[in-house]
Nanobody, 123 residues
Framework: VQLVESGGGSVQAGGSLRLSCVGSGYTFSSYCMGWFRQAPGKEREGVASIDSGGSTSYADSVKGRFTISKDSAKNTLYLQIDSLKPEDSARYYC???????????????????WGQGTQVTVS
């Protein structure tokens, strides 16, 4: 399984970004997928997940501002980020896992394949 993120950048507070993650080497639609972020000196945290049926989960800190989606035909996962805040600055990673119980879908330890990440900086 290979995952490659893109779409990060430097934006002003209140702006938007759309992150993408292209996967290869597996059946994309059968996996639970997630977006995570890690800021310097902080632990990696889950921000959004989507399962094979399209059911989504979000961290409380991003609800209403982040939207996760996927295009299984293109093996691509997306994260639309709106109303960006300086505290959203971090490196964002996409990840793939097998079946994950709903209450654990924002836990990094439940995912076994990771991309290299894309940097988001909000000023």
């Amino acid at each position: 399984v290979q995952l490659v993120e893109s779409g990060g950048g430097s934006v002003q507070a209140g702006g938007s970004l759309r992150l993408s993650c292209v996967g290869s080497g597996y059946t994309f639609s059968s996996y639970c997928m997630g977006w995570f972020r890690q800021a310097p000196g902080k632990e990696r945290e889950g921000v959004a997940s989507i399962d094979s049926g399209g059911s989504t989960s979000y961290a409380d800190s991003v609800k209403g501002r982040f939207t996760i989606s996927k295009d299984s035909a293109k093996n691509t996962l997306y994260l639309q980020i709106d109303s960006l805040k300086p505290e959203d600055s971090a490196r964002y990673y996409c990840a793939a896992g097998g079946y994950i119980w709903r209450e654990y879908r924002l836990h990094p330890s439940e995912y076994n394949s990771w991309g290299q990440g894309t940097q988001v900086t909000v000023s």
